[in-house]
């Protein structure tokens, strides 16, 4: 997949929040698309919130995120996970271009009450146990 982000097929998109960015979908799953977003330098994501959990990996350039009301300093090969509805914003620092890869990740499975997990059974063996 590497070799076909810079495909003349592709095509770049923008999203109201983008400032000297630009975004294009690399692949389809069934929780979205699988993104490479590209930053200028000086360039930024202003705050926004998606619907889904998302992963990012940066793969050129450094920058600052938001996340949360706190802000943190990234570089190549880092990576972090945006919560679904989570507000947050990117912005990139120095002279160099960002280079974002994002997939969206399903949501974590809900624990059901009804069905105890392990974490519970094993308590309940506990209490059973003489003291």
């Not at 990996?57 to 990234?74: D, M, S, T």
């Amino acid at each position: 997949m590497i070799d076909r982000l810079d495909h003349p097929s592709a095509t770049w998109g923008r999203e109201p929040y983008f400032f000297a960015a630009r975004q294009r979908a690399l692949a389809r799953g069934a929780q979205g698309p699988m993104m490479l977003i590209e930053i200028d330098a000086h360039g930024q994501l202003q705050s926004h919130a998606r619907p889904e959990r998302r992963f990012y990996l940066c793969l050129a350039g450094e920058g600052h995120l938001w996340v949360g009301g706190e802000q943190r300093a990234f570089q190549r090969d880092d990576f972090w996970l945006i919560e679904a509805a989570q507000p947050h914003a990117i912005r990139s620092r120095g002279d160099e271009r960002v280079r974002l890869l994002v997939a969206p990740l399903p949501a974590p499975p809900a624990i059901s009450p009804a069905r105890p997990g392990p974490l519970q059974q094993l308590r309940a063996l506990l209490r059973l146990l003489p003291r």
